[in-house]
């Protein structure tokens, strides 16, 4: 069998409305199965992906972002041979954080959440597959690079800036009424960054996410 090319992958995961963020070399890494050679990290892709879940037999019930992504996603690491890895399920958790940092397309931003080229802060991984094949990106230009950094400043009450995240702060912010705003329509922070403001994911979805957020806070 051919060895499996970005092209084809992009074709499988279009009908799900994912998209590759990322992926980086895992050959004889001891945490990755013998036969491993690449970790590629998926995410939604927009404009499409919150109305295409929404209609997955998985909404209505519990966790259905999750449930729909294991689904998803374990079942196309079965067709490709691979395996499926996911950022939730745990504790154990597998490190998604340092695992973007080492496609080298998604970054640590000014404020430490992590950016991608096309999709800014808003940036969600669902999932990873580990795969037989080799498979290699070409390398984009860091966002941040020339950026005015309106993220640092742009939290309310500062709970989420260059010195990290305060999240007592942020859930106390939250349940004000100056906290609606945040709560509809996303986190400022995340908004700020002027690569987000390109991508077309829906205030629905961000709703959605920092409901869920705020209720588990």
Not at 10 to 21: D, H, I, K, T, Y
Not at 41 to 54: A, I, Q, S, V
Request: charged share 20%; hydrophobic share 40%.
């Amino acid at each position: 069998m051919a060895e499996l090319s970005l092209d084809r992958l992009n074709a499988l995961l279009e009908p799900q409305f994912l998209e590759v963020l990322g992926a980086f070399d895992c050959t004889h890494e001891t945490s990755f199965p013998t036969w491993a050679r690449t970790v590629v990290l998926l995410g939604p892709r927009e404009p499409g992906f919150w109305p295409h879940l929404k209609a997955q037999p998985e909404w209505g019930g519990d966790d259905p972002v999750d449930h729909w992504s294991r689904r998803v996603i374990g079942r196309l690491a079965c067709d490709l041979g691979g395996k499926a890895r996911f950022p939730f399920g745990g504790p154990p958790y597998h490190p998604f954080y340092q695992w973007a940092l080492r496609t080298g397309r998604l970054w640590a931003s000014p404020v430490r959440l992590l950016v991608h080229g096309t999709q800014g802060l808003m940036v969600s991984i669902r999932g990873a597959l580990v795969l037989r094949d080799r498979l290699e990106l070409p390398p984009p230009a860091k966002p941040c690079d020339g950026c005015a950094q309106p993220c640092v400043t742009a939290c309310p009450v500062g709970a989420l800036g260059a010195h990290g995240y305060d999240v007592a702060a942020c859930h106390a912010f939250l349940n004000q009424p100056e906290g609606a705003d945040c709560l509809s329509g996303g986190c400022r922070v995340r908004r700020a960054c002027p690569v987000s403001q390109g991508y077309a994911r829906l205030a629905e979805q961000s709703a959605y996410h920092m409901g869920r957020f705020h209720r588990a806070g």
